[in-house]
């Protein structure tokens, strides 16, 4: 039996069986009433539709993306003039969210022999576009040779034939940016595919994942036209797994597990060690690699767990334990370092054990700062660190009263949470609004006020004096303004620290604040040595080589990239752009850019609605961008920046999106 599977689909959603009669039955049409016939008109030569503004965008886009004339790809004079309506397949991207739970996106691998010269791509008008394209779930099982019908118009006539010449990236581009298939609007640019919601990009001809969050990549499936059908050929397992893992070399190394050497230590196993470890294999280096963490758990998605409190260790887990095995990586759990000898190349750990590596990642995150009040030794005062952690504050919050110190993206993310758990949500800050720093007083105060319809009650511009208890039960927590609020959970989330306490005699540099300097190339001051995520700074290409410190998901997985190519020698260089994201009260809020220092924002949009969009200057440039509710207007800005070209700030005064033509889709 073959191993892929095909479906015949009607634009409508049905699945055909091998004879045509439909799988499921639908229910009855009304026939619609005969209307007169138009008169009839003077025959003449066929004409293409002319290019309106929307398509005449994506050529020019299509040009400056290296494909020089459309007629190569389209006979006729104008791209197309609408959508293909592939109802069954699921097109939207979160392979850069391993537990986001969509669909993957699918990239469209044709093969030149399969191009017939007598196809042709059928027009849409913009409502059938909006109703054909909207993803409705995979087919069911069905004959044994599968076509997706494209969704078809009137003007058929008007339709300019397909050559055998068309490059998968014209395909998959203008089956995304003609159409604006579905609501998800990918961002497409210089050869990939940007997710609008988490800022991955993808490479629209391999699928490969080219810039982080995520893991994974993306599968490609073989596609052909043949007389207004478009064959899609995609295995069943390809559809059930909904993402590819790169090919990874094994270990070879007939030492692994049983020699204090290895040829590369990676210490600490988050997000900027664990995608050192892949990107090694996947760049096949087969020698002994060992990743050391403090935690119990194997490498697991530690943003999520003030997201989501009561989630278990084992759903936060990016890779099972089946896949450290088979790519041989090993994983010291429970592990700490206490001194590194760069000299002799050689770490130690707390319980004597020593360990040689060729290569070193020093990737130890940061840790949470606590509070220094009488009465932080308290029962119930929590930081979330551990899935442990947040596990007991859910528990513990259940009915009673919860206190948060701290506005800031952890503090505000837990208290969302908790509010349909907990008798009372109250949250302290010694700033006048929430994320004030971050996304600025106006912004703040409109998520400020989100919150407080919410049941949650904000004590701004104070400070934590004393926590008192009762039997060394937290019961109440003092405010420096005199004021006392009742408490049975307190979480603290007021910033952290760089881990690196255990290199202050090691001869690798410290910064005052205790960050490891590093390179473009993520190297230390020690060669082969290099540092990746939470405790490192480095130059940040777009900002003129500032020196900074971002402690953002997205940077630690390209960090973590980049060291393992340069432990290669490889010469790769961080040129990535910032990406964060946050979901509260089911709204998500999403930022590009590092704008630290803004002195202006500029803000389009409705900010009582929640519906807007945030650019923060500096001068007379954009350095970052926050919205909510306006996707995927982040992810084309931060392809903007990504590319280098700097975005003016009466760009973005007049309301007018014009400058991001071209960027995206």
Known sequence: MSPTAHHLLRPGGA???????????????????????????????????????????????????GISSISKAFRGSSPMGGALGLRQLPICAPACRPSSGHSPWVAVSPSPNQWSSRSRWCCLRKNEARRSCRPVGRAAPGPTRAMARPATSTRRSACPPLTPTPALRIVW??????????????????????????????????????????????????????????????????????????????????SAGYSSSTNVLIVGAGAAGLVCAETLRQEGFSDRIVLCTLDRHLPYDRPKLSKSLDTQPEQLALRPKEFFRAYGIEVLTEAQVVTVDVRNKKVVFKDGFKLEYSKLLLAPGSSPRTLSCKGKEMENVFT????????????????????IVGAGFLGMEVAAYLTEKAHSVSVVELEETPFRRFLGERVGRALMKMFENNRVKFYMQTEVSELRGQEGKLKEVVLKSSKVVRADVCVVGIGAVAATGFLRQSGIGLDSRGFIPVNKMMQTNVPGVFAAGDAVTFPLAWRNNRKVNIPHWQMAHAQGR???????????????????????????????????????????????????VAFYTKGDEVIAVASMNYDPIVSKVAEVLASGRAIRKREVETGDMSWLTGKGS
């Open 562 to 612: 980049v060291a393992a190519q340069n432990m290669l020698a490889q010469e790769a260089e961080m040129n990535t752009v910032p990406y964060l994201w946050t979901a509260m009260f089911g709204k998500s809020l999403r930022y590009a850019g590092y704008g630290e220092g803004f002195d202006d924002v500029i803000i389009q949009g409705d900010l009582e609605e929640l519906k807007f």
């Open 384 to 403: 979330i660190r551990t899935p442990e952690d947040a596990n007991r504050v859910v528990r513990l919050a259940r009915g009673r009263n919860v206190v």
């Open 173 to 254: 581009r203008l089956l995304s940016a003609t159409s604006r298939i579905s609501r998800m609007a990918s961002v497409l640019s210089r050869g990939r595919v940007r997710c609008p919601w988490h800022g991955a990009c993808f490479n629209i001809s391999t699928g490969d994942l080219e810039d982080f969050p995520g893991l994974d990549s993306l599968h490609k499936f073989q596609v052909k036209i043949e007389k207004e059908k478009v064959y899609v050929r995609a295995s069943k397992q390809a559809l059930q797994l909904q993402r590819r893992t790169k090919v990874m070399a094994k270990c070879i190394s007939p």
């Open 15 to 65: 699945v055909l069986g091998a004879a045509g009669s439909p799988a499921a039955v639908q229910p009855q049409r009304q026939p619609r009433p005969a209307r007169a016939s138009p008169p009839p008109r003077a025959r003449g030569p066929k004409r293409f539709p002319s290019p309106g503004p929307r398509r005449a965008q994506v050529l020019e886009q299509l040009q400056q993306d």
